[in-house]
């Protein structure tokens, strides 16, 4: 569950019904779909992204948390990437 109460969106049809929850990049666990047809659909457009964003993510997971400009620096990048792939949140 999304703490901010947001549903989240279908990255292909944008739908927010509750079906949109079922299907999660396993990868990436950012992009959500509807339905298995959906999510073939978004594949092409999603496939370089998913994997730039899993890479930054096991940055993320790798920066020790001893080190917080580290942890810092890589969530920074991890969150920038989202938002220029247009993930910043479920709208």
């Known amino acids: 569950n ?4 947001k ?3 279908c990255s292909q049809c944008r739908s927010t019904d509750d079906k949109a929850r079922a299907l999660l990049c396993t990868r990436c666990k950012v992009a959500h779909y ?3 047809e ?3 659909k978004h594949f092409p457009f999603h496939k370089k992204r998913c994997k730039k964003i899993h890479e930054l ?3 993320f997971e790798a920066a020790p948390d001893t080190d917080l400009d580290a942890k810092r620096a890589a969530s920074e990048n991890l969150m920038d ?11």
């Open 2 to 5: 999304d703490p901010s109460g």
């Open 7 to 9: 549903k989240p969106r």
């Open 34 to 36: 509807c339905s298995r």
């Open 38 to 40: 959906c999510q073939k």
């Open 57 to 59: 993510y096991t940055e």
């Open 81 to 91: 990437e989202l938002i220029v792939m247009g993930y910043q949140e479920s709208d």
